[in-house]
């Protein structure tokens, strides 16, 4: 299976809300390493590697509206796996 490394800059309502924490649960339960951060300009940047599939479920769950805080965009790219994490942290 081919591994993926999916990055996303997610904007809005999303510091302060446990936002990074649930990002974690949803990654772990498919199965994603990774980190999710929060950046100085109020975004977070979430950062998985694993499957093609299950790092395009995650960025869909990102978008669906149903998060903690109040999601305003999801700018999300693929690009190869590097093996950078073995588990996901939040920083």
């Known amino acids: 299976m081919t591994e993926t490394r999916m990055t996303a800059t997610v904007t809005g309502e999303v ?3 446990g936002f990074r924490y649930w990002v974690r ?3 772990e339960q ?3 390493t990774g980190t999710a951060v929060n950046e100085p300009d109020g975004s977070v940047t979430v950062i998985v590697e694993g499957s093609a599939k ?3 479920t995650l960025l869909d769950t990102l ?3 149903y998060t903690p805080g109040r999601v ?3 700018d999300g790219r693929f690009s190869g796996a590097t093996g ?3 588990n996901f942290r939040e920083r």
């Open 15 to 17: 510091q302060g809300v």
């Open 25 to 27: 649960r949803q990654a």
């Open 30 to 32: 498919l199965g994603l």
């Open 54 to 56: 299950t790092a395009e």
């Open 63 to 65: 978008r669906s509206g």
């Open 72 to 74: 305003r965009n999801v």
């Open 84 to 86: 950078e994490f073995t």
